[in-house]
């Protein structure tokens, strides 16, 4: 595994695999990699198959984050992170500087603007901006043929679907299911963050996920019904505020009165200081 | 010369000639083909050689008109388009239509947010939005090594460069001088909407920046000064009205009060009911 951490030096290594016709996957991270991470490069792997590249990018991205004390907050790993990718096989970890990220008198901007302005968009002005812009920057820098987006990120995923098709990038995208903690919690480099007491708490999500599905499966459709399944069971918890509830269609993320097939359920809550995200395609 | 009409059709040319190592280059038009144009082409051959491909897309982009009735009134000749590239030895004419281009649904915009909002940008709002993002669908699509631009329009160059820089497209940006008509007036594909007077009139605004340059040779360096040759000189003759007339660094389009060497000088002119531009780096 190679560590590479200036653009030119990722763009030497890209043609030589492109001059070779060597298929390249790409696996975008912002670190702090956890096993829902080591399972996206393992699909990675097993796309473009052994003569082909696992690319994981590592880079935590500033202009992604609405407040700055949240990304101050965020952890940083790098280490531990290239321990995880060379045990995993991935070829190349790619952990740029901000600075040659975004370069003095930076003023380009990718804008989603459908997708975005709901769910996470609403609640963080300005996120979806910084995403569509990294991950097309990344795109352009790693060139890949197929790159690995997993389903917890569910809006993000369908946001940078849209980008993908609208600016025809020449990249297929692919979703893999969120991966979840033995208890059920979804994995998240946020989890971390969480309090001893806060992470018993933090279960609650998952739980009134799962009273939706089984909801569904009784045959309940509307959808103010479903998602006061999952207030009614947050409420019950010391220190949980909802930020969203939302039942919505997957190709226009609109909201739906009457659930059907394939509808996502998603959810922000803030466990004491710490906003966790989660989702269910019922 | 192969007339291509659709997206899948040109992504198959382009994968076919990139298996294979040919170097691509790109020259990005609206169609109405001038001799300015044949001489971008010119240079797009010499670049990539015999071996190399020579793409010249032309594609009237609705979305960077600011004004409805001057996209309708743009001029469509793509027969003899196609006729003038054949002659030229290009390779490939890729014309899509409106609606493969800006599939239901499309809402991802690419924003350069500097050096677009003066001059031309601070006349025609939404225009650079719709070139930017135009240009990079049609980047992603042919993925040229190397993309041709005119300096007629300068800060359409300046915007361009940006953006590449910004996002990292692999792609490398090349400005070709000013092709001018014999008595001086730039070529345009608005030019054969001037009525035969018109036509006239329009000469002034070469010669106003011939003045220009000529008083910058006699060591005048004052902003106001200079452009002030340009707005009388054009006060003189009836019909025209300047929209702008401003003498700019080219790093970052700011306007300058003392005139160096390198600076832009840049205007936009209606002559009757037709907007032209024009400049001269001093």
């Not at 829902?36 to 990675?44: F, K, P």
């Not at 499966?217 to 930020?243: F, T």
């Not at 803030?270 to 906003?275: A, D």
Request: aromatic fraction near 6%; include cysteine; charge should be positive.
């Amino acid at each position: 595994m190679k560590l590479v951490r200036t653009i030119p030096a990722l763009r030497r290594e890209i043609s030589r695999y492109r001059r070779t016709g060597r298929p390249i996957s790409f696996v975008p991270t912002m670190g702090v990699l956890h096993a829902g991470h080591i399972e996206l490069t393992q699909r990675a792997r097993r796309i473009v198959g052994r003569r082909g590249i696992v690319v994981v990018s590592i880079f935590v991205n500033p202009t992604q984050f609405n407040q700055k004390s949240d990304f101050k907050k965020y952890p940083h790993t790098l280490a531990a992170d290239c321990a995880k990718c060379r045990a995993a096989g991935v070829d190349i970890v790619f952990a740029p500087s901000a600075r040659s990220m975004y370069p003095e008198n930076f003023s380009t901007w990718v804008n989603e603007e459908s997708l975005s302005l709901t769910l996470c968009g609403a609640s963080r002005p300005g996120h979806f901006r910084g995403v569509c812009t990294i991950v097309l920057k990344l795109f352009n820098q790693v060139q890949p043929d197929v790159a690995i987006f997993g389903q917890k990120d569910a809006q993000q995923a369908l946001v940078i679907r849209r980008v993908v098709r609208d600016l025809d990038i020449p990249v297929k995208i692919i979703v893999a299911p969120t991966v979840r903690e033995r208890d059920g919690l979804a994995m998240s480099s946020r989890n971390a963050r969480l309090s001893p007491q806060e992470r018993i708490h933090a279960l609650a999500i998952n739980e009134a996920l799962s009273q939706v599905r089984a909801a569904f499966r009784r045959n309940i459709r509307n959808a103010s019904k479903l998602k006061k399944i999952v207030r009614s069971h947050l409420a019950k918890i010391h220190g949980m505020k909802v930020d969203y509830v939302e039942l919505m269609d997957t190709a226009m993320l609109r909201s739906v009165t009457k659930a059907s097939r394939g509808n996502l359920l998603a959810m922000a809550v803030w466990v004491g200081g710490t906003r966790l995200i989660d989702n269910i395609k019922l």
